[in-house]
């Protein structure tokens, strides 16, 4: 399975960015997706998740500003970032087949069985 992150960036505080994972390698149309991020000095965290069906789960920090989204192919994903916010720096991964619970996020990143190499997300005050 290969996962490839692009559009990461730096924008001032209140702007927007848009990420995108392309994803292949793999037919199995089950799995749950999603996006975590990795600040410096602390440990990867699930910001958003989308299971097969379209449900979606998103954390509090990002609730509301945040939009994850397939694309077309379904093998695209989409992260809508809007409204950032200093804290929502750092590097940003890709994961395909992580752990999702029907609405609520799911923090298992040692869970994720596939991910990609990360794109850097820097937000300035």
């Known amino acids: 399975v290969q996962v490839v992150e692009s559009g990461g960036g730096s924008v001032q505080a209140g702007g927007s960015l848009r990420l995108s994972c392309a994803t292949s390698?793999?037919?199995?149309?089950?799995?749950?997706m999603g996006w975590f991020r990795q600040a410096p000095g602390k440990e990867r965290e699930a910001v958003a998740a989308i299971e097969s069906d379209g449900n979606t789960a998103y954390s509090d920090s990002v609730n509301g500003r945040f939009a994850i989204s397939k694309g077309n192919p379904e093998k695209i994903l989409n992260l809508e970032m809007d409204n950032l916010k200093p804290e929502d720096t750092g590097v940003y991964y890709c994961?395909?087949?992580?752990?999702?619970?029907?609405?609520?996020?799911?923090?298992?990143?040692?869970?994720?069985?596939?991910w990609g190499q990360g794109t850097q997300v820097t937000v300035t005050s």
């Open positions: 390698g793999y037919t199995y149309t089950g799995y749950c």
């Open positions: 994961a395909v087949d992580m752990v999702c619970a029907r609405g609520v996020l799911v923090q298992a990143p040692k869970r994720v069985g596939f």
